[in-house]
Structure formats: C-alpha cells, structure tokens
C-alpha cells in the first residue's frame, strides 16, 4: 500500500541548522523484508499497531541514515549539475541575489512527514529518508527552489496566512510534483480533467495545515481559495508551467 502523501515543505528551520541525532546501535538483523512484509500485512488485514510500526520504521531508518544521506547527495549533485529545472532555479536565485548550492542544500534524516523545507536564514533541507527515487528528491529541491525565488523577489510576511498560501500553490505548480504521471504511478489520483488544479490545491492545503495559524482543514481552503486565481497563474521565473 502507498504511504500517506507528504506535504513536501514545513520541517523546523532548527532541523536544517543542526545535523540529526546520531543513529543508535541496533541490530541490524531484526530490520529484514520479513518483518517489515509482516508490519504492511497487519496494515491489509487490520490488524494494526500503529506505535510498533513507528518506531520500526523510525529504528529501520536509524540503522541505514550513513547510506541513505550518501545516496541523497550523490543525487543532490547530480541534480545541481544536470537537471534542466533545477539549473535554471539556481540561475533565476542567483539572479536576485541569492546562492543555492551544496553548501546549503542539506540533506539530513527526518522525522516529520515532509520531503523537505526552506529557511531563508538556512536554506534548504532535504529529507532524505522520505525519498522514494532521484525523481522525487528533484521535485522537492525544486519546490523549495521556487521558494527560495520568492522570498528574495518579493516581501513575504511569514504571518499573513494568504502569502504562505501563495507560496505553496506556486511551489506545488511550478516543481513538477503535480504532473499526471507522478499523481498516476504513486498517489493513486487517477482523476483526468483539471488533474493539475486538483493536486495543486489538495498539496497546498495540506502544507497550510502545518502552520499554527491555520485552525483545520476548512480554514486552509479558504486561504487558498482566497489567493487561487492570481497565484496559480502566476508562473514567473518560467515562461509556463514547465512541467
């Protein structure tokens, strides 16, 4: 079964400033196929034990963070050198005064449910255990590239609610994580007409509700809502949606 989807920005500017823990020793041997198949059959026959898979998949992670944080550099910079999209957001940020690079691009082991998050103070961090391929961790520097571009093109007010909104639309828009194929081959949304729309406003009402100031799910569709139309047609610094 699919995991749930993630909002791919919101993690704590303190998780980009410091490195995560470092992993505990665990014995690797009880981490197998086995007992992970074991875990999902009791998701399919419900049969569940919510905090035992927690803290499985917490420990699973724990015993693998060195080759997961290699694998999520080794495509950082591939990323930076040779994806199309993520070379022109370098130059569209380098433009307005700014500098993304390896240097600040982080790519760290999370424990909350997003792919990744921007700071203007720290820049960019890249979860990289929440990762299922190199498509995916591209589509999440994307987002936060988009971002990035933002917050030096314009003021953004880190309080004004119909602002962040704007951001999230524009970020779900522009970084590639709406198109067809993504929402087809791993979110299940099999929905043809007005696909793009659709995955843009669910994400960015998901990314709305981890803010403090959102009240629950009716309040973030209202600020979405709110800001829809000039946001989601507003494709600067490409051409057109590029994606």
């Not at 919510?50 to 999520?72: G, H, M, Q």
Request: a neutral charge.
């Amino acid at each position: 079964m699919s995991k749930p989807e993630q909002a791919a920005d919101g993690a704590h500017p303190a998780a980009i400033a410091q490195p995560g823990p470092a992993p505990q020793k665990l014995d690797p041997v009880y981490y197998t196929w086995s007992n992970t198949f074991s875990i999902l059959l009791g998701r399919m026959t419900g049969a569940r034990d919510v905090e035992l898979e927690k803290n499985y998949f917490t420990e699973l992670d724990a015993t693998k963070a060195d080759s997961i944080c290699k694998r999520c550099e080794s495509n950082k910079e591939y990323l930076l050198q040779y994806s199309p999209v993520i070379r022109f957001l370098s130059d569209e940020v380098y433009k307005l005064g700014g500098d993304l690079n390896k240097d600040n691009i982080l790519c760290r082991m999370c424990t909350n449910e997003q792919s990744g998050g921007f700071s203007v103070d720290y820049g960019i961090l890249l979860c990289a255990n929440k990762f299922r391929n190199r498509g995916h961790q591209e589509d999440t520097m994307a987002h936060e590239m988009v971002h990035a571009w933002d917050h030096l093109k314009w003021k953004v007010e880190a309080n004004n609610m119909r602002h962040q909104a704007c951001l999230e639309i524009r970020a779900s828009t522009l970084s590639g994580e709406c198109r067809f194929t993504r929402e087809f081959f791993t979110r299940n949304q099999w929905s043809i007409t007005e696909q793009l729309q659709a995955c843009v406003r669910r994400r960015a009402v998901l990314s709305m509700m981890q803010r403090p100031q959102i009240k629950d799910e009716a309040h973030a569709k209202k600020v979405v809502n709110e800001v829809w139309e000039s946001c989601f047609h507003d494709t600067r610094p490409f051409d057109e949606i590029y994606r």
